[in-house]
């Protein structure tokens, strides 16, 4: 179980990264957090779910669909910050 209170910034970007490698089944040498996830990646509805359920098993927290806004899925950084955000809400 990770402990919510230790998760930095550092952490959960690392954890988004895996998590859309995992997703896209490629790695992501020259993502930032401006990186557009549905332009860039490529990403798409049924991905998002994948990578915020992966998210949700190794940082072991919850992270309520319905308060992920288009702000939150615009880019790597916005995505980190909804993780954030949640995990300090619990």
Do not use: W, Y
Not at 81 to 86: I, S
Request: overall charge negative.
């Amino acid at each position: 179980m990770t402990d919510t209170n230790q998760l930095n910034r550092e952490t959960v970007s690392k954890a988004t990264v895996a998590a859309l490698e995992e997703t896209l089944g490629r790695e992501l040498p020259e993502i930032e957090e401006g990186t557009s996830l549905f332009d860039e990646l490529g990403l798409d509805s049924t991905s998002v779910l994948g990578v915020l359920i992966s998210l949700e098993d190794s940082l072991d927290i919850e992270i309520d669909a319905d308060s992920i806004t288009d702000e939150h899925l615009a880019t790597l950084g916005g995505l980190i910050d909804c993780v954030l955000a949640t995990a300090q809400n619990g």
